[in-house]
C-alpha cells in the first residue's frame, strides 16, 4: 500500500535500518511483488508457507538471522510510523537488563516491536499456526521489561481501510525517520 509515496512497509524498513541493527531480516511472501530499498545489513527472506499463519513468518524470519545474534527485534510490517527512537531503546534496555523480553509501552498498553533474547529462539521456531511472537509476552513465563515510549507507532497499526485513510492523514504531521544514533 502506498502510504505518502512510498510502500507502507518501507515506512517501517526504514525505521529498522535507520536503528543501527547488526542486521535486518525482511519476510516477504513470495505473492508480494515489492522490491524494498537495499542496505547493507537487509536480508530479504520469502515465506512460502504464509498462507498458514503468523507464526511461519517467525519461523523464517528466524532461520535467516546470523547464527551470532544475541537477540531479536519482531517488528510488523503495518506499523509505519514507528520510530528509529524506539528500536534504539529496547536495545539499550535488553543491554541494561537480565529480561528475556523488551517490549515498549505506551499510555500504560504494550506495543510493538518487541525484542527477545537468544534464550527465546527455540520458542519462536516452534510457534504454529496463526499465533504470533506475541503470545510469549503474554505467557507470564518469561521476564518482561516494559520499556515507556513517547511514540504512538507502538500502537497504531493499518488493518483496515479506515486505517489506511487516518495514516494518510497523519502522515502529514508526521516528520518521518529521523536518523538514529547510529546514523549520527
Do not use: C
Amino acid at each position: 500500500m502506498d502510504l505518502g509515496g512510498k510502500a507502507m512497509i518501507q515506512h517501517v524498513l526504514d525505521a529498522f535500518t535507520h536503528a543501527g541493527l547488526d542486521e535486518v531480516v525482511l519476510v516477504l511472501s513470495p505473492a508480494l511483488a515489492w522490491k524494498p530499498k537495499t542496505s547493507e545489513r537487509l536480508k530479504v527472506v520469502l515465506n512460502p508457507y504464509a498462507n498458514q499463519g503468523i507464526s511461519t513468518s517467525v519461523k523464517v524470519g528466524m532461520e535467516g538471522i546470523s547464527a551470532k545474534s544475541e537477540a531479536v527485534v519482531i517488528g510488523l510490517a503495518d506499523k509505519p510510523f514507528l520510530s528509529v527512537s524506539t528500536i534504539e531503546a529496547l536495545v539499550e534496555s535488553y543491554r541494561r537488563s537480565a529480561s528475556e523480553i523488551v517490549v515498549p509501552v505506551l499510555r500504560g498498553k504494550r506495543g510493538n516491536p518487541i525484542l527477545f533474547r537468544r534464550n527465546l529462539f527455540r520458542k519462536l521456531r516452534s510457534l504454529k499456526g496463526d499465533v504470533g511472537a506475541k503470545v510469549l509476552v503474554e505467557s507470564k513465563e518469561y521476564s518482561v521489561e516494559e520499556v515507556p515510549v513517547e511514540d504512538e507507532g507502538v500502537l497504531f497499526d493499518v488493518d483496515t481501510p479506515e486505517d489506511l485513510r487516518k495514516a494518510k492523514e497523519m502522515l502529514s504531521s508526521w516528520s518521518g525517520v529521523t536518523e538514529g544514533k547510529a546514523g549520527k
